[in-house]
């Protein structure tokens, strides 16, 4: 009897913390839903105040009409569709449950064409119109609940350090907003992919690009760091298999790259370069900037080109077999949070494989700056970079010569402070006065 | 004699203390502590501040209590260093730029912060002059005529009073606010210092009360043009 009774009370328990997936089609919107709505309005602003959204006329009317043509049917309460480039170097996308879908600088740069970003798209407004944010928000709360009270009851008898513990893990960070941003439970995932599908294909675009797009985001072009042991996304390999098997097809779509996509994107792609160079994701410069400067005519593309090739350093363009197992990218991503760029740089290029790597790459860099300059022999910037490319070699008199043509292309630009700096700095140390 | 359990909670509490008060320790470049690079102009990027709010169904921001310590953080940084000789341009976030100085500024609040996981690892390579944002910081053209930019990051969390009754040291330790001031060469990029305060209290309440003795011991030891007065 008494198990019986600790049966149906932990059955009832379950099915209370449990997630709501699926949930009743007229949802009723309780005090806490309201906060974080409040709350998804406060991260609009703030974004947008904090200069990390981007504006460009062209690419968000672009964006807000793929977005549109996938929107599910029928107006939602509290929710006001927009769309917004988000001025981030990874490769994400993500939903407030108010209606506002962000997509990072760093996806639009390494999608194809306007097909995969419908995909995106659609299953970011799946997480919207089913409400998903409030139902991860109100699962959380519950079992926040759950292990504040298993953190008192351990209190008493253990000294209070494991209450402690368990209470400081229920209390880590902004959970719901969390939520939101770097993906919901497997069941939530799985749904807002399988609905994402049905609205592109509603929309008359080709749905065989989300899964497009999932190959993509599978492509591992940095060091990250991968779960030990528990991982509540499902993995996108699993992804991509179930929606072949939505699309009845077992091969991976082929690449689509449509030149008229990269074209309108290129303002947002050239943005991500530069954001990916700073932030030493140079792998994934390298990637993206490539298909940009296989545009014609464009110096300014080629010179970012050159940059990425340049910034790249004596690291490969991709990451090796070894690098891509679970252990190597936990070490590598360890190492990069560990060693500055110059550390890094010094240590690879103290190996064969890292010099040469190294030479292949500053060779890049060189033929890109020569290319940009050819083509506008105006432009100042190419000069900057091969400046910087010679100093890096060690060729201080070919450095020297280069930012000085540089000033003289550019005497009132934003740059010449430093490339003075710099050019003083190399007279000192030995080169050509 | 001393049990075994006793022994091993003094020594945990000594080596918390020990690694506190290196943290709180100012960490400053050779550079800036050598006099090579002085401090007379500086502009001061506005401050990130992240205050959660923790109940019993976990944390939630406080936003609008973190704008509002963000705007009085700032201003006495400000007071503070204007108080020790250093002539500060204006906020560049302030009244709102256009897109471009916007970008700008996002673009060095993130180097900052992604160095700064850097620093914060290793604060004695600070010491060593091992971390730069890189040149590009002097292309920021509101901070021309600037020595220097000041970051200000913080961050803490509201704990309910549920906690407090659980056990009031792991909730002043939970529940404390930590605030770090970097100051960054706006020619070169180099970190030139660190700087951190804690306040075991509720930053909220008294802000402008007990923040500023805090600022002023953090800054106490960084060269600037006006020395510090010694007690």
């Not at chain 1, 944010?133 to 009851?153: F, H």
């Not at chain 1, 009845?248 to 779509?253: H, V």
């Not at chain 2, 000789?85 to 560049?92: C, I, S, Y």
Request: glycine share 6%.
């Amino acid at each position: 009897m008494a198990v019986r009774m600790r049966l149906l009370a932990i059955t009832l328990f379950l099915a209370w913390i449990a997630p709501t997936a699926g949930a009743a089609p007229a949802f009723v919107f309780t005090k806490v839903d309201l906060k974080l709505l409040e709350e998804s309005k406060d991260i609009d602003r703030d974004l947008e105040s904090r200069g990390l959204v981007f504006h460009d006329a062209a690419v968000d009317q672009r964006l807000t009409a793929i977005g549109r043509s996938v929107l599910p049917e029928g107006a939602l309460e509290n929710v006001e569709w927009q769309f917004h480039v988000l001025r981030d170097p990874m490769v994400n996308a993500f939903a407030l449950p108010n209606g506002s879908i962000y997509v990072n600088a760093g996806l639009l740069a390494r999608a194809e064409n306007d097909d995969q970003i419908a995909g995106v798209l659609a299953h970011e407004a799946t997480h919207v119109a089913n409400r998903h944010g409030y139902l991860g928000n109100r699962s959380i709360r519950r079992k926040t609940l759950l292990l504040n009270a298993a953190s008192w009851v351990t209190w008493l008898p253990v000294g209070g350090v494991a209450g402690q513990v368990i209470s400081w893990t229920a209390s880590a960070g902004q959970i719901a907003v969390v939520l939101s941003v770097y993906g919901y439970s497997r069941e939530l995932e799985r749904e807002a992919d399988v609905s994402g599908l049905a609205l592109v294909k509603r929309a008359k675009r080709n749905p065989a690009q989300l899964a497009r797009m999932m190959v993509l985001l599978d492509e591992k072009l940095e060091p990250e760091p991968v779960p030990i042991l528990y991982n509540d996304h499902p993995r996108t390999r699993q992804r991509i298999d179930y929606l072949k098997q939505q699309l009845g097809t077992s091969d991976d779509p082929p690449a689509a790259e449509d030149r008229g996509y990269i074209l309108a994107m290129r303002p947002v792609i050239l943005q991500a370069v530069q954001l990916q160079i700073d932030c030493r994701r140079f792998r994934s410069a390298v990637a993206n900037v490539e298909l940009a400067a296989a545009q014609p005519g464009d110096a300014a593309n080629l010179y970012l080109a050159g940059e990425a090739w340049r910034s790249l350093g004596p690291r490969r363009p991709r990451l090796s077999e070894h690098e891509l197992t679970n252990v190597g990218l936990r070490a590598g991503y360890r190492a990069s949070r560990k060693l500055t760029d110059d550390e890094e740089v010094r240590q690879l290029a103290a190996s064969d494989e890292g010099r040469a790597a190294l030479q292949e790459n500053q060779a890049n860099a060189e033929s890109f700056f020569r290319r940009a300059a050819t083509l506008d022999p105006a432009a100042a910037n190419p000069y900057l970079g091969l400046g910087a490319l010679y100093q890096d070699e060690g060729r201080t008199a070919d450095a020297l010569s280069a930012y000085r043509k540089f000033l003289d292309l550019s005497p009132g630009g934003a740059d010449r402070d430093r490339v003075e700096r710099r050019v003083v700095a190399l007279s000192a140390a030995g080169g050509p006065k | 004699m001393i049990s075994r359990r006793s022994f091993a909670a003094v020594l945990g509490l000594g080596l918390l203390g020990a690694q506190l008060a290196y943290e709180l320790w100012p960490h400053i470049h050779p550079k800036l502590k050598d006099r090579k690079v002085v401090l007379r102009t500086a502009i001061i990027l506005p401050a990130r501040i992240e205050l959660v709010k923790v109940g019993v169904h976990g944390s939630e921001s406080m936003h609008e209590a973190s704008e509002t310590l963000s705007a009085t953080l700032y201003r006495l940084v400000s007071a503070e260093l204007t108080a020790r000789g250093v002539q500060l341009l204006p906020n560049p976030a302030e009244p709102a730029p256009p897109d471009a100085v916007k970008y700008a500024i996002a673009d060095l609040q993130a180097k900052y912060d992604n160095v700064g996981v850097q620093v914060r690892r290793n604060l004695d390579g600070l010491e060593k002059g091992k971390y730069t944002l890189g040149d590009r910081v002097a292309t920021f053209e509101p901070a021309r005529t600037a020595d220097a930019f000041v970051f200000i990051r913080a961050h803490g969390r509201n704990l309910s009073k549920v906690f407090w009754a659980t056990g009031p040291l792991f909730a002043t330790v939970g529940g404390a606010f930590q605030t770090d001031i970097g100051v960054v060469d706006a020619h070169s990029g180099e970190v030139l210092a660190f700087l951190r305060t804690v306040l075991f209290k509720d930053p909220t309440a008294k802000s402008e009360e007990r923040f500023p003795p805090l600022i002023r011991e953090a800054l106490r030891d960084v060269p600037l043009p006006i020395p510090a007065p010694r007690n």
